[in-house]
């Protein structure tokens, strides 16, 4: 039995006591299942989506504007992941460089964290379990691939510290297509 425990144990990657619903700034990193190249190609260092990529850029940027304490900043999405900036923002200001800042707030207002099972509301898990979970629909309705994976099963998600993390990070975003042959989410580099 400690076997199949132990095969089967998922550790979190989230940051232990923190509260993903507070403002602050996320950096999201979401691969597709098994790193397949499902939304388009890099020619000449830009990405060129074909339509699951926009197809995921559209509801990228629905996020923002579904929910109004939520700020899109920079992204990309390559042929295999995405990268991207949330901000979630509760005065609802859209001036990102005032409120980037979140390490010292771990609940919510009603000592809530987000729990397995129990979703927090505009919480950056909620957040990417939907945006998963609508993308997926969408594309297996497209291809009539019902109930197959076009995610991995977590995300990868950095809490964007101050303004020097912020700078660096969208550099990172918009270099990301340009470094494609070198990227390590790339399998099949040249």
């Not at 101050?162 to 990227?183: E, G, M, Q, V």
Request: glycine share 6%.
């Amino acid at each position: 039995m400690a076997l199949f425990k132990d095969k089967y144990h998922i550790e979190s990657i989230r940051l232990p006591g923190h509260d993903y619903s507070q403002e602050g700034a996320y950096f999201i990193t979401i691969c597709t299942h098994n790193r397949q190249c499902l939304f388009g190609n890099i020619v000449d260092g830009e990405i060129m989506l074909n339509k699951f990529g926009e197809l995921v850029k559209t509801e990228w940027q629905k996020t923002g504007i579904i929910r109004p304490n939520i700020v899109i900043d920079a992204f990309v999405i390559m042929p295999n992941h995405l990268h991207g900036i949330l901000i979630i923002n509760d005065d609802y200001c859209r001036d990102t460089l005032q409120r980037v800042s979140t390490i010292g707030r771990k609940t919510n207002e009603n000592n809530q964290i987000e729990q397995f099972g129990k979703p927090t509301k505009n919480s950056i898990p909620t957040i990417v379990r939907l945006f998963k979970s609508i993308t997926t629909k969408q594309i297996n309705q497209i291809r009539q691939t019902p109930g197959i994976p076009v995610w991995q099963r977590n995300y990868y998600e950095h809490i964007i510290r101050d303004t020097d993390d912020l700078s660096r990070i969208r550099h990172y975003i918009a270099d990301n297509p340009k470094n494609w042959n070198n990227d390590k989410y790339n399998i099949n580099p040249q």
